[in-house]
Nanobody
Framework: QLQLVESGGGLVQTGGSLLLSCAAS????????MGWFRQAPGKEREFVAAIYWSANSAYYADSVKGRFTISKDNAKNTVYLQMNSLKPEDTAVYYC?????WGQGTQVTVSS
């Protein structure tokens, strides 16, 4: 069973940066897509970014293009989300997902 563990969330000011990590273990996820989603209070969970494990193709929501970068370290089975120029509207719980599995989430709070 695949396990995903996120880390790196926290409180930052507007314009700041955070690096989220998602460590995967316990399953076969090669040739799959790994993604980041987020859910703000009172809102539905939304797509943020995704990357193919076997390639470097990446996809982003329009709201984060140019500010967020998704990357991976195959040797560490870890996916990263570098978040720059953070805005208060980026405040949410960020989740890592792969083949239907979800991590526990990590809170990101951006103060104005």
């Amino acid at each position: 069973q695949l396990q995903l563990v996120e880390s790196g969330g926290g409180l930052v000011q507007t314009g700041g940066s955070l690096l989220l990590s998602c460590a995967a273990s316990g399953g076969t996820f090669n040739y799959k897509t790994m993604g980041w989603f987020r859910q703000a209070p009172g809102k539905e969970r939304e797509f943020v970014a995704a990357i193919y494990w076997s390639a470097n193709s990446a996809y982003y929501a329009d709201s984060v293009k140019g500010r967020f970068t998704i990357s991976k370290d195959n040797a560490k089975n870890t996916v990263y989300l570098q978040m720059n120029s953070l805005k208060p509207e980026d405040t949410a719980v960020y989740y890592c997902s792969c083949i239907g599995y979800w991590g526990q989430g990590t809170q990101v709070t951006v103060s104005s």
